[in-house]
């Protein structure tokens, strides 16, 4: 999944495996940042327009984990990710009707 703010052409990528905390995979402003969000594109991977998550997001050193304080608003992107492409998180089970 991919943070963006296209005013300032910023984009942040993350990783999260399901059971560690969400890592920065990428990130880059101007041309760096259109190549992420084509190769996001490309991947069917989706993407939230929230500039200042993107600005906070930003300042995180390549590889390292969100912080705990950005935690839920991480787990309102990876949820809106899952939504978006009709998938579930690793195991979930549906509560039954």
Same mark, same amino acid.
């Given at each position: 999944? =991919?943070g963006?703010?296209?005013? =300032?052409?910023?984009? +942040?990528?993350l %990783?999260?495996?399901g059971?560690?905390?969400p890592?920065? #995979?990428? &990130? *880059?402003? *101007?041309? +760096?940042?259109?190549?992420?969000? !084509? %190769? ?6 989706p %993407?939230?327009n929230?500039p200042e998550?993107?600005a906070?997001?930003a300042?995180?050193p390549l590889?390292?984990?969100i /912080?705990? /304080? %950005?935690?839920?608003?991480? @787990? !309102? +992107?990876? @949820? ?5 492409s009709? &998938?579930? /998180? /690793?195991?979930f089970q549906?509560?039954? #009707?």
């Open positions: 999944m =991919s963006i703010d296209q005013e =300032s052409e910023l984009a +942040v990528a %990783l999260y495996d059971e560690n905390a890592r920065i #995979t990428a &990130k *880059g402003r *101007g041309a +760096v940042a259109r190549e992420i969000l !084509e %190769l996001a594109a490309e991947q069917r991977i %993407l939230e929230d998550l993107a906070i997001l300042q995180i590889g390292d984990e /912080p705990e /304080p %950005l935690y839920r608003a991480i @787990a !309102e +992107v990876i @949820a809106f990710a899952y939504i978006v009709g &998938k579930c /998180p /690793p195991g549906a509560p039954e #009707t």
